[in-house]
């Protein structure tokens, strides 16, 4: 089986406006030029939606070898939705990964199981790669309840899926307590987490979707655990809040032991 291309995806949240997005691509281009994205891997940067435009042409115009992602997007694809955007525009922007289903989605703003699965329909239709986020929290951790959690997550936006389509779908494995805490899961911790991701998805989708599908891990990475979470064998890439809003450090961690 081929190796899968590992993602390093930069989420930037609620950070950087277009102005500063614009430095930090310039940033971040002038460290690729020197030693480039290496091999098998590759690099996405999800700025908010008023940075996206910028973003893209920057990134075009130089000829950066870095994705353009979005960070949710909504359901439908035009309509009377006050303050939302489409996952139709965003593909017209050259938008090529969808965070959907965050944490910070389902619990500030209240998105459910329901919602998230028609967002990711909503990708798919426009024909842009999901990164689906699953994780438990820590009460759930406590509980012992992390894998039934997660298989509930991935069952409610997965289910009934093309083996296709799920091989293509991307799984970001973030505990909720390792978010913007500091608190990492141990490198093996992510390891098992990532390696049940793909039994439930086989167990959806068969062989054809357990090979083809990513999954990411998130939560406080930084580029000194980098390198040893993205050892396990079934882990596919990063999802880096935090220590993505700095170029040089998510430079490093697009790096890491490569
Ligand atoms: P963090 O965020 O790296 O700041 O913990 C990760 C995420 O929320 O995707």
Known sequence: MARRTVLVSANWKMHHNHLEALRYVQQLAALLRVEGVPAGREVCL?????????????????GVPVSLGAQDCHEEDRGAFTGAVSAEMLARLAVRYVIVG????????????????????????????????????????????????????????????DPAVLARVVVAYEPVWAIGTGRTATAADAQTMAKQVRAVVEGLGGATAR????????????????????????????????????????????????
């Open 102 to 161: 965050h944490s910070e989605r389902r619990i500030l703003f209240g998105e459910g199981d329901d919602l998230v699965r028609r967002k990711l329909d909503a990708v798919l239709r426009h024909a842009m790669t999901p990164i689906l986020c699953v994780g438990e929290r820590l009460a759930e951790r406590e509980a012992g309840e992390a894998e039934e959690r997660v298989e509930a997550q991935l069952r409610a936006a997965l289910d009934g899926r």
């Open 211 to 258: 090979d083809g599908v990513r999954v990411l891990y998130g939560g406080s990475v930084t580029p000194e655990n980098a390198a040893e979470l993205l050892a396990g064998r079934d882990v596919d890439g990063l999802l880096v809040g935090g220590a993505s809003l700095d170029p040089t450090r998510f430079h490093a961690i697009v790096r890491a032991g490569s």
């Open 46 to 62: 999800h700025p908010p939606f008023t940075s996206l435009r910028s973003v893209q042409v920057a990134l075009e115009s130089d």
